[in-house]
């Protein structure tokens, strides 16, 4: 079992920065593929970004450029540096991790930290 806790959302300005973490527990995420998805005010879960064991990185097209997933497999965390914040960047952002490929759908992935809440104001 791996357990996820996010930390570093808040509140924030328009086009301001933060960087979220996920520390993971019960067992080293080294092998594993970990991800950030986000889910908006009354939308769905959808994929963020995601980076493989390798530390090859993906993206959706609508934060390429402005936010960077990366990962130190030593402290077992993930980050996610998000900048240029704007209010459609507003949701719960959840880190997720799963055995082998990134994939962007959300019933693929295995564990799931609680979230934690970005909000951008304009």
């Known amino acids: 079992q791996v357990q996820l806790v996010e930390s570093g959302g808040g509140l924030v300005q328009a086009g301001g920065s933060l960087r979220l973490s996920c520390a993971a527990s019960?067992?080293?995420?080294?092998?594993?593929?970990m991800a950030w998805f986000r889910q908006p005010p009354g939308k769905e879960r959808e994929f963020v970004a995601g980076?493989?064991?390798?530390?090859?990185?993906s993206y959706s097209d609508s934060v390429k450029g402005r936010f960077t997933i990366s990962r130190d497999n030593a402290k077992n965390t993930v980050y996610l540096q998000i900048d240029s914040l704007g209010p459609e960047d507003t949701a719960v952002y959840y880190c997720?991790?799963?055995?082998?490929?990134?994939?962007?759908?959300?019933?693929?992935?295995?564990?799931w930290g609680q979230g934690t809440q970005v909000t951008v104001s304009s």
């Open positions: 997720a991790a799963r055995a082998l490929l990134v994939m962007t759908t959300v019933d693929r992935w295995t564990y």
């Open positions: 019960g067992r080293t995420i080294s092998h594993y593929a």
């Open positions: 980076i493989t064991w390798t530390a090859l990185t």
